[in-house]
């Protein structure tokens, strides 16, 4: 039975109100723009996103399980967020490894960015130099390898 007092303008099935303040929530299921979600006391209802909200954030929380908070909106509930429970960028406790998982990455720093691992390193400045240290460097390439230089010194 559809509550009496709930917003003419909420989707159908909708808690009218959730009451004071933020409730966590799990994600259940997207449907176009909108998302079922299952409140902590057992309540579902369905909600959408408030603005500034990134629908891939609610998505990566539909698929890990990830907990959601809600609030009452002008036209019902509305997704206001995600609750973070682990540090970011998370590193896998089992064998120690950060894992990035995208089309492409980039890194942008004002000064410069270096990566370490043991006694090698890889340094990219802002007047252009880029570095690679270490004891060994072996380049392994399955066609051509061309370097473009105006001066090339070799010890």
Avoid: W
């Avoid at 979600?37 to 996103?49: A, F, I, M, N, Q």
């Avoid at 995600?82 to 089309?103: K, M, R, W, Y």
């Amino acid at each position: 039975m559809r509550n009496p007092k709930a917003s003419k303008h909420a989707p159908e099935g909708n808690v009218a109100n959730l009451g004071a303040g933020i409730h966590a929530a799990t994600v259940e299921l997207k449907t176009g723009r909108s998302y079922r979600v299952k409140l902590l006391d057992g309540r579902s209802t369905r909600t959408t996103l408030a603005h500034g909200v990134s629908p891939k954030l609610i998505d990566e929380c539909l698929r890990s399980r990830r907990l959601v908070m809600l609030a009452d909106g002008e036209r019902g509930p509305v997704i206001v967020g995600a609750l973070q429970t682990s540090l970011v960028p998370q590193i896998h406790e089992d064998t120690g490894a950060f894992e990035v998982d995208a089309t492409q990455i980039q890194l942008r720093a004002d000064a410069s960015i270096v990566l370490r691992v043991g006694t090698s390193s890889l340094s990219l400045a802002k007047s252009g130099v880029a570095r690679i240290e270490g004891e060994q460097m072996v380049i392994d390439v399955a066609a051509l390898l061309r370097v473009l230089a105006t001066k090339v010194e070799l010890p």
